[in-house]
């Protein structure tokens, strides 16, 4: 079973720092591993989505890299500013019927 | 391109009582997916349809859970009776296909609360 792990579940930091966001997984058998964010009441916006084959993907400030082998994926933020508040989920997609396995998030909190 | 819609956005009912979501899914997209998901926690996966045929329904309560996707088009979620456990947001998503590496796109969801 696959099983998807962020820490820590909360953090702040101060605008302007970068962020380091860190996910791990168990099972390297994946077709994809993408990250989300998600506003409080709000659904899941897309970040990125990088490929197995891939080893990272960029947009913008953002940058997300897989290790498929060691089962880490960490999606750094450059400069943060306060509207990146949100919760950050990680999630991968499943060999064969390409589910989703999520984990629980990395709530952000950017201090002006 | 239209993205997913979901209604209601919004549902608050008593325990006992029986309630449904609707999904509709991206024009062509033939995989979608239902998640729930609790205050706190990611999303979990209830159900998934390829058309109108179920792939995956391992993780939904059978005894009060249902769900379809009548033409392979949209879908409606069922839950009856519902229990205080069942306050979540639910969130309907698609892809073009589910055998292979297909990006899944999010619907906004429908917030459940049960009193």
């Known amino acids: 079973k696959q099983e998807v792990t962020q820490i820590p579940a909360a953090l702040s930091v101060p605008e302007g720092e970068n962020l380091v966001l860190n996910c791990s997984f168990t099972d390297s058998a994946i077709y994809n591993l993408q990250w989300f964010r998600q506003d409080p009441g709000k659904g899941l916006t897309s970040l990125l989505l990088?490929?197995?084959?891939?080893r990272e993907q960029t947009s913008g400030r953002l940058n997300a890299s897989l290790d498929k082998s060691s089962g880490r994926s960490t999606l750094y933020i450059a400069a943060s500013q306060p509207g990146d508040s949100a919760t950050y989920l990680c999630?991968?997609?499943?060999?064969?019927?390409?589910?989703?396995?999520f984990g629980k998030g990395n709530q952000v909190v950017v201090i002006p | 391109e239209a993205g997913v819609a979901q209604s209601p956005r919004y549902k608050i009912i008593e325990k006992r009582q029986s309630v449904a979501f609707w999904c509709n899914p991206i024009s062509g997209h033939a995989t979608l997916y239902w998640y729930q998901q609790i205050l706190g926690q990611g999303p979990k996966l209830l159900i998934q349809f390829q058309n109108n045929g179920v792939v995956d329904d391992s993780q939904l309560p059978k005894d009060r859970f249902s769900a379809e996707r009548l033409k392979g088009v949209d879908s409606t979620l069922k839950i009856q009776p519902a229990k205080l456990e069942d306050s979540a947001v639910y969130l309907c998503?698609?892809?073009?296909?589910?055998?292979?590496?297909?990006?899944?796109?999010f619907g906004p969801g429908t917030r459940l609360t049960v009193t």
């Open positions: 990088i490929q197995s084959s891939q």
């Open positions: 998503a698609s892809s073009l296909s589910g055998t292979g590496d297909y990006e899944q796109y």
């Open positions: 999630a991968v997609g499943i060999y064969g019927n390409n589910r989703l396995a």
